[in-house]
Each structure stands twice: as C-alpha cells, then as structure tokens.
C-alpha cells in the first residue's frame, strides 16, 4: 500500500468514525463491553491502560467504568516531549484531574513521574486505531506514538506482556494491511461486534 493509499484510507475510515450519532457511539460500547467482560484477556488482566476518545475512536468510558468495578486498575496515556513521540502512562481513577494535551486529547495532570513508570507492568494495553485486520496489523492516526513506546516488545520477542488489544468499530475491519518495519502488531482486536484473537 502506497503512502497516497494509506492516507485516502485513513481519511475515509475517520470521516465514518466521526459521522457516527451519539446513540450509535454509545450501543457500541456497551457491545463492547460485552465482548470483553467474559474473556480471560481481560479476566486475567489487572493492570490495564486505556484511552480517552477524540477524532470519533470507540468511546472506552463504559469498560473504563467496569474496570473500576472489578477492582482493576487503569493507566492513561500522556503524550511526551515532541521530539520523543513517546507515550507515558500513569495510574487513573475517577478523580485523576485531567486537561487538554496540545493535541486537545484529555490526560491526566500533574503527571511528572510518568516516565518512571515500568511500561512492562502493564497486563493490557487498549490501543485507538483507524484500521484493522485480522492477522493484527494497525492503521493509527500516523504519529507514531504507541509504535516507538512499545518496540521493545518488537525487538524482544520474549517479552510477553503487555499484551496490546486494538479496540475500533466492525466497520474498520479490513481484508489486509500492509505492515511496516516499525510497526509493533496487535495480539487482538475487540469491536462492538467480535473479539479477534491473531493467530
């Protein structure tokens, strides 16, 4: 896939995901919920970082919420210093104070000891996507961002957590992507409508 094609793709794909209403937002991630509850991914899964919707992504408030409920605990991205294009992730609750990153994305603030923060403590990372496929390849928005953070998994491959779970709408499913040297695969993909396990 050409650099051109990715970016029509990527253009189309956002426009569907932001034309959505807000009840169709909403039945989506109650199904979404529903995906994942039952499944020892996420039954096993204790330390799991999440994400605050922006640009149409699937809305992760209703499982952030169960999450609370079954006493796990949840980690937020804060986007790092613009030449690291890296992310940082630090500890959520529901009185985390939260404000707009330059990118208007919510993340938590007063957050300067992110960066200490062992990435492989994570059990589950819930990762935004643009487009999918089955066999784990990612499509995101182009920066980068969750690639660079956790390439260590890329280059060590006895590395077994975090596990990263891409989370989007049934409608960003495609029949294949091509994948980029940098690119770090999905072990699974949850939409509002399958569970997608990579082979």
């Known amino acids: 896939m050409t650099e051109q094609a990715r970016f029509q793709l990527r253009q189309q794909l956002r426009s569907a995901r932001q034309g959505l209403t807000h009840q169709q937002r909403q039945h989506a991630a109650a199904q979404l919920v529903q995906q994942l509850r039952g499944s020892r991914l996420f039954q096993r899964s204790r330390h799991i970082a999440v994400y605050l919707p922006n640009d149409g992504e699937m809305n992760l408030w209703p499982l952030i919420h169960y999450a609370w409920q079954q006493g796990k605990q949840c980690y937020l991205p804060i986007v790092g210093h613009r030449h690291t294009h890296r992310l940082w992730f630090v500890p959520f609750t529901h009185q985390t104070p939260l404000y707009k990153n330059r990118y208007g994305i919510p993340e938590p603030a007063h957050a300067n000891k992110a960066r200490n923060f062992p990435l492989r403590r994570l059990d589950l990372v819930l990762m935004p996507l643009v487009g999918f496929d089955t066999q784990g390849n990612r499509l995101g928005m182009g920066g980068g961002y969750y690639d660079r953070s956790f390439a260590f998994l890329h280059r060590n491959s006895h590395w077994r957590k975090p596990l990263l779970l891409g989370t989007a709408y ?15 695969p999905l072990d699974a993909i949850v939409t509002d409508v399958s569970l997608y396990k990579v082979p």
């Open 170 to 184: 049934e409608f960003q499913r495609q029949p294949q992507l091509a994948s980029q040297p940098w690119d770090v």
